[in-house]
């Protein structure tokens, strides 16, 4: 547990080899836990580090599920279970994902597998299985301008920053100046904790994602907190907000100059992940949702084009 201010505190897990920082804001009037790990996440590492923080898991006011992945939303029934009384919640466009593994297949997790034949492999699925939890309600969702009273000085906003999941939600702090923002913005990668590079960039909308990064860097903060980045401060917030931006140009031009021939999704994939990042190469196919979030915006825009590939019935391929 990492105390950042008086009555706010990171709590530290761990996925893939990668930090999971998930934010405790401990008011006198509520209290509220953004995100809620992996399905083992809020009995094993969020409450004993609670009850390090002064708190108690039960006495949670509000539990938000910032943006639909595992690592966010897998431990959601773990946690209603400690704290039955807390009122869940996520974003509005995101409800039907939060629930649970199906829900994060359905509209996620799987959405690649009829026009492109990428799917969850037979393992994948096994590990997905054991990070989720069991199907957890959503109690309330939130647009963003919506405010919470956590004591009588101190009151947050809920703010939207899509991008990376169309209801992605943050937390702005104005006693504090600072953003809780969970995966709104990633960078150029992943880092683990050994220090070296473990994944990929996973935004989806395009402009969506562009929109949230200049929001940020305009915003009056002095301190940004994502959930697998270290604690940006100051000018650290615009220098993430440029390389994030930055990573989003760079795939933009390599995606174009590699479709002056047709490529199917797949072959995408595996040709720009190593231009992108020096992360383990099977990594290259989580770029999916990035890379398909650009084709979507280059055939909206009229510059690239789609063709189904005659000798895979429904596998496209683009093309300019």
Avoid at 91 to 118: E, N, P, S, V, W
Wanted: with cysteine; charged share 20%.
């Amino acid at each position: 547990m990492q105390r950042l201010f008086e009555n706010v505190f990171i709590i530290k897990g761990e996925i893939g080899g990668r930090p999971l920082q998930l934010t405790y804001l401990k008011g006198t009037e509520a209290s509220m836990l953004l995100d809620t790990g992996c399905a083992n996440d809020p009995q094993q590492v969020i409450a004993p580090q609670i009850r390090e923080a002064g708190g108690n898991i039960g006495d949670l006011t509000w539990i938000l599920s910032t943006h639909p992945d595992l690592d966010h939303i897998g431990g959601n029934y773990a946690a209603k279970q400690l704290a039955p009384q807390a009122l869940l919640a996520c974003g509005d466009a995101d409800r039907r994902i939060c629930t649970g593994l199906d829900g994060l297949l359905k509209y996620r997790y799987d959405i690649y597998r009829a026009d492109h034949q990428i799917f969850p492999t037979g393992d994948q699925l096994a590990r997905m299985n054991a990070l989720a939890g069991p199907p957890q309600p959503i109690d309330v969702t939130f647009r963003g301008g919506e405010h919470l009273r956590l004591a009588p000085d101190w009151e947050v906003e809920v703010i939207a920053v899509p991008g990376h999941a169309k209801g992605h939600l943050a937390i702005y702090d104005p006693v504090h100046k600072a953003l809780y923002g969970a995966d709104a913005i990633h960078g150029s990668v992943y880092m683990g904790l050994d220090g070296t590079a473990k994944f990929c960039p996973t935004y989806a909308d395009i402009d969506d994602y562009l929109s949230t990064i200049q929001l940020i860097e305009h915003m009056p903060i002095t301190t940004y907190v994502g959930c697998h980045w270290p604690v940006k401060k100051d000018g650290q917030i615009a220098e993430f907000c440029a390389e994030s931006r930055n990573f989003v140009d760079k795939a933009d031009a390599l995606l174009l100059s590699l479709l002056r021939k047709p490529h199917t999704l797949r072959e995408i994939c595996e040709q720009l992940g190593p231009q992108l990042g020096e992360w383990p190469r099977p990594v290259d196919m989580e770029l999916v949702s990035a890379l398909d979030g650009h084709i979507k915006r280059g055939l909206a825009r009229g510059k690239l084009q789609a063709n189904v590939r005659t000798d895979s019935p429904r596998l496209l391929e683009f093309v300019q």
